[in-house]
Each structure stands twice: as C-alpha cells, then as structure tokens.
C-alpha cells in the first residue's frame, strides 16, 4: 500500500517531467527553423536539390579571388575540392582577407553561385586584435 503522501509526490513529480519534457521539446522546435549549419562547397556540389533557404557555406577564402566593386564585393570560398563564388553588399569584418577562413551567410542561386547577406570571418586561436597588438609591442 502506498501513503497519500508518496501518491501526491509521484503525481507532483510526473507532471513536473512531463512539463519539463515538453517546454524542450517546444523550444527545440522553435528553434529548428532558426539554427543554420554551414556546409562546404563541396557538401553543395553534392546535394541532390538545392534548397532556397537561407544556407551558411564554409570554407577558405580562395588566394587572388577578391573583387571589390563600389558597395559590392565578390569573392571564391574554397576547400580545396570545390569552390563556390559569393556575392556580397555590405561591412566586411576585418579579419577578411585571402587565405583566410570565413563563412557567409545568404541564399544560393545555383551550385556555383551565393548571394551573401552576411560575412563571419575565422581566426584562429592565437588571433590578438590589433590595438592590443599595439599596445603590447609599446610596452
């Protein structure tokens, strides 16, 4: 026999899993349409349809590739495999450059070819920004 008491803690603790269970998978479900992965060029070559979404693509910034128009840029993202041209409007960070690691965010046109809304350029682990840099060499 179990106790009123045991009843209302077993109760009290299935709603609070089953409250718990379903508030992640909700957030998990909001947040599915929002999370974007980036894939490489090659991974792009690769797709059997292309999706008109919003797509991250990842990758290398090819050497000699970089074309600044007025208010535009155009650039290759590389992974030495395959390679996929990006346009862009916009601030470029400053830690764009060639041969450098960069991802861009936007919408593909084709295989070849991505209208970039935005631009995150890498670094890697020992990047010091430039006034620290600075300040660092006058000590």
Same mark, same amino acid.
Request: proline residues 3%; hydrophobic residues 45%; positive net charge.
């Given at each position: 026999?179990?106790?009123?008491?045991?009843?209302?803690?077993?109760?009290?603790?299935?709603?609070?899993?089953?409250?718990?269970?379903?508030?992640?998978?909700?957030?998990?479900?909001?947040?599915?349409?929002?999370?974007?992965?980036?894939?490489?060029?090659?991974?792009?070559?690769?797709?059997?349809?292309?999706?008109?979404?919003?797509?991250?693509?990842? %990758?290398? /910034?090819? &050497? !000699?590739?970089?074309?600044?128009?007025?208010?535009?840029? +155009?650039?290759? #993202?590389?992974?030495?495999?395959?390679?996929?041209?990006?346009?862009?409007?916009?601030?470029?960070?400053?830690?764009?450059?060639?041969?450098? %690691?960069? /991802?861009? &965010? !936007?919408?593909?046109?084709?295989?070849?070819?991505?209208? +970039?809304?935005? #631009?995150?350029?890498?670094?890697?682990?020992?990047?010091?920004?430039?006034?620290?840099?600075?300040?660092?060499?006058?000590?």
């Amino acid at each position: 026999m179990v106790g009123k008491k045991v009843k209302l803690r077993i109760i009290f603790l299935s709603i609070f899993l089953i409250t718990i269970i379903l508030s992640l998978i909700l957030i998990l479900k909001s947040l599915e349409n929002e999370i974007v992965y980036f894939i490489s060029p090659t991974e792009i070559k690769n797709l059997s349809e292309l999706d008109k979404n919003k797509i991250r693509v990842g %990758g290398m /910034v090819k &050497e !000699g590739s970089i074309k600044a128009y007025e208010n535009n840029i +155009s650039f290759v #993202i590389t992974d030495f495999k395959n390679e996929i041209t990006v346009s862009f409007t916009g601030a470029i960070p400053n830690l764009f450059a060639e041969g450098k %690691g960069v /991802v861009a &965010e !936007g919408i593909l046109r084709d295989r070849n070819y991505l209208v +970039s809304k935005k #631009i995150l350029a890498k670094h890697d682990e020992n990047y010091i920004p430039p006034e620290v840099k600075e300040a660092l060499e006058k000590k």
